[in-house]
């Protein structure tokens, strides 16, 4: 049996489960976890049901990590998981839904800039029949217009790519139902892309439009060649397209090449050879060339996809997982799941 087996078999026991669990990845967040744990807490007391803070640090490098062990220790609410490198966030959210073991999990950012007060509201319109109750941003406090120009062009365009329907603005940030995390965690691929994978997974969903905050403390761990990467990952993750595209760019770039040299051989014919046609020779071949490159770089993407996924790496490799009042126990290097960083 592997660990993720047991983990699981552990969880799902009638002890272990609670209503709802709140699952947090987080890297390098030591600023900002005090208050996520403090405002949780506050959050979710009122709410009448029984709950667990599942929150995997991601290999931070700031001690994140060893004080969350400590928040774990000395509150019975919060399960800490710590992996053993930084595998990224898409990993370490699907450790923290492999680690729930609420009949609703929730997930949020560690910034909080998904504010846990709409928690609340979002258990209720579960209750109102949804399986997933996902939270679409209407505004983007504090963040760059480049970023939402980005963001924005991005969720457009996969939209239109893909064949199923991703829905546009809405991040990690929403409500599952036991089932649907099953069916998440069910789901064997290595090239997690989670906005498509929730949508994947279908069940009733209910959206709610909210403000995103500003990042309450620490800085943003996106870079733009992260997110270009990102990008790259959730197009190549969902749709064939593009490779269709490429198909596209060749059939056309070959018209024009064919209609070209008719061009050159008819116009010989009449008016003879004189040796010339040095640029046009030239923009010709930069041209194709650029049209074969590209191409082969897009297939080569989706070869590359296809070898991570042969490789059947795990995901995330555990360190430990603490939940008061047990202690710490170091874990096999045996973990779950896959993401290959690439
Ligand atoms: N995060 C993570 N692993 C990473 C990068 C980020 O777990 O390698 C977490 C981070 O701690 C935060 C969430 O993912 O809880 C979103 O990251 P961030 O706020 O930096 O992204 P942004 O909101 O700027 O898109
Ligand atoms: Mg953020």
Request: glycine share 10%; net charge neutral.
């Amino acid at each position: 049996m592997t660990f993720t087996a047991q983990i699981r078999h552990q969880e799902n026991s009638p002890l272990d489960r609670v209503d709802l669990s709140v699952v947090v990845p987080l890297y390098n967040e030591r600023a900002v976890l005090p208050l996520l744990v403090e405002r949780l807490t506050h959050v979710l007391a009122p709410l009448g049901v029984s709950y667990e803070l599942v929150l995997v640090d991601d290999g931070s490098r700031d001690g994140s990590g060893d004080y969350l062990l400590e928040l774990a220790a000395n509150n019975p609410k919060i399960k800490a998981a710590r992996l053993s490198r930084n595998f990224g966030k898409e990993a370490a959210l699907t450790a923290g839904m492999d680690l729930s073991s609420g009949d609703a999990v929730v997930i949020l950012d560690a910034d909080l800039q998904d504010p846990p007060e709409l928690i609340g509201t979002m258990l209720e319109a579960m209750r109102a029949g949804s399986d997933i109750v996902s939270m679409k941003r209407r505004t983007r406090a504090g963040e760059s217009w480049g970023k939402r120009l980005s963001a924005h062009l991005f969720y457009r365009l996969m939209s239109r790519i893909s064949h199923f329907e991703i829905p546009e603005d809405t991040g990690d940030f929403r409500l599952m139902s036991r089932r649907a995390v099953n069916a998440l965690n069910s789901l064997p691929e290595r090239n997690r892309y989670m906005k498509g994978l929730f949508a994947w997974v279908g069940f009733p969903t209910h959206v709610i439009e909210y403000d995103r905050e500003a990042r309450a403390a620490g800085t943003t761990k996106w870079k733009l060649l992260g997110l270009i990467g990102l990008a790259l990952e959730g197009i190549t993750s969902f749709s064939i397209v593009p490779l269709r595209w490429a198909t596209g760019l060749g059939l056309l770039a070959a018209l024009i090449g064919i209609s070209f040299g008719l061009w050159i051989v008819i116009g010989a014919l009449f008016h003879g050879n004189e040796v010339a046609g040095y640029p046009s020779l030239i923009a010709v071949i930069t041209f194709l060339g650029g049209v074969q490159l590209l191409s082969v770089g897009l297939l080569g993407e989706y070869v590359g996809k296809t070898y991570f996924e042969t490789k059947q790496r795990p995901l995330y490799v555990l360190r430990d997982v603490v939940q008061s009042p047990r202690l710490a126990t170091p874990m096999s290097t045996e973990g779950t799941g896959c993401a290959e960083s690439n």
